[in-house]
């Protein structure tokens, strides 16, 4: 009977294949939009913590090993943890008000410990009798707040790891990884997108809230408090503008007496002081000579030194105090060079001398160590601006952006600039560091003979190199070369393999370790309560382990290497990310079509990662721009591709594909911890790392196909 009304009424089966249909499709773009959200919140708090809580500006790789372990755990479990989802509104908002109000609740300068590192708005640690006791308030204080924050973020996404858990085990391991990162690719570029808009926070976090919604629906009292969110959120910030950079605060000082225009205007970004823009031109400084005299004394250093300059260029122009400079001194023609756009933009609108708007004047905005290698020009004077960034080149690394500014190869490339009798200027904000030393020692490494170093201001040191260098009596300004040249043997050298300009010493910042070792005690103890660990550690789960670490290690790799040879922008580093999620998404279908052995793409793994270690990246720095791009795309692209290659082949046969990603996400995780080692040895050693790291991933295999042969021929 049944068989008969079937055969005479196919609608019921139609209608359960529509249905079937739907479900299917409705499932895959929910486990794309749960995996946009999980990349694109990554990165948007990964930005917005370092910008309002400054400490994760010099310490940003903690963050997103939290995000890391977050996400995998709640994939692990193949569901967000139940209380987590449970409270995760609230969750939700204890984390984005206390990012936005951080400087309300005085979080916004905690203290580091730094007796390491250099950070410039660090508060100091007591001395004396006291320095013990001082450290360890000072230390409880820092891990207190540092390990408490990234729990809350590992709370976060673990609901946000949960959520595309529960999408990826209903489909095929590799159709279900492929949706997976395509969702992330489009949280990316959501991301990068806003980020070149110039968009507010509140923007930010209002589209992350909107593609979560649709898995709150049943749960109103969720929706109200994002809501809430994003009205505390929304409360104006007078002068503030967002760049891809920085949150750039501006205002206009009050101008001296008997002056009836703004004379100066302040400058902050991401809390910290920058700048200020001032105005010095004839009119002024006739008028207050004084206040002229105590306020431009660094931009008018060069030219007591370099009186009639021709050509100049200026890095680090920032909003155009020292093109201003080298327009009233008679400079035939000024290079600005300037990497922030929108900074650029208010010295365009705002600068009380307007030098932008000079025909002498051609501006680029482009990263200092990227128009070294693309300029033609030869200079009379070079000028580098204040530079230190304040920020850090990707959330995946612990390089600053500014790092590689001060190497001794960057300082060769700009000698080569310099016309026979040039002249180099250089000023830093610090007084009395041991970055000064090494900026002083690495000039001369870079020259051949040690600069003069003049201390203008009681927080600014000014080196010169080139002919201005020649010894000459300048009183009013203390010289400080012969002391500084007491330490220069002993210094450490800031080179492109280790460009560690705020780093005292080849080794891991105290402010680094005193949080990850307790923070690994407590994740290893959640992680165990919810799955014992001794379930994961089995020979696949430890394949995938190593190859996610390994994947890390490239990641980093390729981010910094191409950064070199194109400039630390923010374009290229989402440029980068991008691409590698691209050659993955593209290795897993090539998987989907086709078997592909796992020896091949192993071995050519290996020799690729051989070989970059082998070849200096600055040979490629001459090529023309599209055999650059080419190479650069070979020796840095081809590695993720066989390494997706392996992953997805290794993918496919996981039962449990959910797990199996969580898995390799917390190798992920391990793979930013051994990121850290790159301040002991070198950028180099990210590829020791990962040759000996897919080494292990190998073994793990060959293990692993050993269990899987005894249990085939088990009677």
Known sequence: MQVTNAATNPEPAA???????????????????????????????????????????????????ACFFGIGLGMILERPPRALKRFFPLIAVALFLL???????????????????FVFSAQPVAVGRWRILGVIILSSLYLTAVAGIMFIVVGFFAVLGGLVGERLKQFPSLQGYGVNLAGSLAGIVAFTVLSFLGSPPVLWVLLGFLAVAPFFLRERWALVAFALVICAMAVSQPHTTWSPYYRITMEALAPP?????????????????????????????????????SSGVVYELPYRLV?????????????????????????????????????????????????????????????????????????????????????????????????????????????????????????????????EDRIFATLARAFGESPIAYLPTNVAVVFVEGRAAQPKVMREYPEISKELQLHQGSTVLATDHWPFLYLKSRTIPFAIWIVLVPFFYFA????????????????????????????????????????????????????????????????????????????????????????????????????????????????????????????????????????????????????GVLENLVMVGGTTILGVLAIIIYGLSVAALVLFDREDEVICHTP
């Not at 299917?24 to 948007?44: D, H, K, N, Q």
Request: charged share 15%; glycine share 8%; proline share 5%.
């Open 307 to 435: 009186p009639s300059p021709g050509r100049v260029l200026v890095v680090g122009a920032g909003t155009g105090n020292d093109v201003a400079a080298a327009i009233r001194h008679g400079a035939t023609h000024v290079d600005a060079v300037e990497i922030d756009p929108c900074i650029l933009a208010l010295g365009r609108k705002y600068h009380p001398e307007h030098p932008y708007d000079s025909r002498r004047v051609s501006v680029f905005v482009d990263d200092a160590r990227a128009f070294f290698k693309k300029t033609t020009q030869k200079y009379d004077l070079i000028v580098f601006g204040y530079l230190d960034s304040q920020t850090l080149l990707t959330g995946f690394s612990s390089i600053r952006l500014d790092n590689y500014v001060y190497t001794l190869e960057s300082f060769r490339e700009a000698r080569s600039l310099l016309k026979e009798n040039g002249t180099l200027v250089l000023a830093f904000a610090t007084v009395g560091s041991f970055v």
């Open 524 to 671: 290893a103890v959640i992680l165990n309560s919810e799955v014992p660990l001794r379930h994961l550690a089995t020979s696949e789960g430890l394949h995938l382990f190593f190859l996610g670490a390994g994947f890390m290690l490239l990641e980093t790799k390729g981010v910094t290497e191409l950064s070199l040879l194109f400039g630390s922008t923010w374009i290229v580093n989402a440029v980068v990310i991008a691409a590698f999620l691209l050659m993955g998404l593209f290795a897993n279908t090539l998987v989907m079509l086709r078997p592909f052995s796992r020896r091949l793409a192993y071995s050519a793994l290996f020799v690729l990662l051989a070989f970059g270690m082998f070849l200096p990246y600055s040979l490629l720095g001459g090529l023309p721009t599209p055999a650059k791009v080419l190479a650069s795309a070979v020796l840095v692209g081809l590695p993720v591709f066989f390494s997706g290659l392996v992953f997805s082949r290794s993918f496919r046969d996981v039962v449990h594909p959910a797990q199996g990603l969580g898995i390799n996400l917390f190798g992920a995780v391990v793979g």
């Open 99 to 117: 990012i936005a109000y951080a400087s309300v609740l005085k979080l916004t300068h905690l203290p580091i410990p730094r007796s390491d590192y």
């Open 257 to 293: 007496p008997g002056w009836n225009r703004p004379a100066a205007y302040s400058v902050e970004v991401n809390h910290d002081f920058h700048q200020v823009m001032l105005d010095l031109s004839p009119d002024f400084a006739a008028r207050f000579p004084d206040v002229a005299r």
């Open 15 to 65: 209608d359960r294949a529509a249905a079937t249909s739907d479900w299917f499709a409705r499932g895959l773009l929910l486990l794309f939009l749960a995996s946009f959200i999980a990349l694109y919140f990554e990165l948007a708090v990964i930005r917005y913590l370092s910008t309002e809580i400054r400490i994760f500006a010099y310490l940003k790789n903690l963050v997103l090993i």
